[in-house]
């Protein structure tokens, strides 16, 4: 059952909503999870290859055999679990009150991480006054 006129409005108000409030999470959102069906086919069938290229190399007393057939078996695991990649398409920023999409600042490059306990040290040591 289609949505009504005012169902889509609100619907697009709210989606709007989240955009500004949170833009990462919306953009989150819409590039939804890994890429289908053939992603976990491949994770699968190279688990099962890694897997039997390791019993091999056990039953034939090859070692190299085994370890290829761990380390296959290892990416593919890898592989099936890994995040998916950003896949940038449609507008990306922030979106206005007034529905427009303004390209999101880019904030300043994030600093190394003992620049931020340095700066932590400092803070700590002013706020106490000495």
């Known amino acids: 059952m289609p949505l009504s006129e005012y169902e889509q409005r609100v619907l697009e108000q709210m989606e709007r909503q989240l955009a500004s409030d949170d833009p990462r999470l919306a953009s ?17 069938l190279g688990a099962v290859v ?17 370890v290829v057939g761990f380390l296959v078996m290892f990416a593919a ?20 009150r007034d529905g427009s999409v303004a390209p ?13 306990l340095e700066a932590r040290w400092d803070r700590r040591r002013d706020e106490r006054g000495r």
């Open 104 to 116: 999101r600042a880019r904030g300043p490059q994030r600093q190394s991480f003992m620049s931020r």
């Open 50 to 66: 890694g897997l039997l290229a390791l019993i091999g190399g056990a039953a034939l007393s090859q070692v190299w055999l085994g």
């Open 28 to 44: 989150t959102m819409q590039t939804g999870g890994h890429s289908g069906a053939t992603h976990w086919l491949l994770a699968g």
């Open 77 to 96: 695991v890898a592989f099936g679990f890994s995040p998916p990649r950003s896949r940038k398409k449609g507008p990306q920023g922030v979106v206005g």
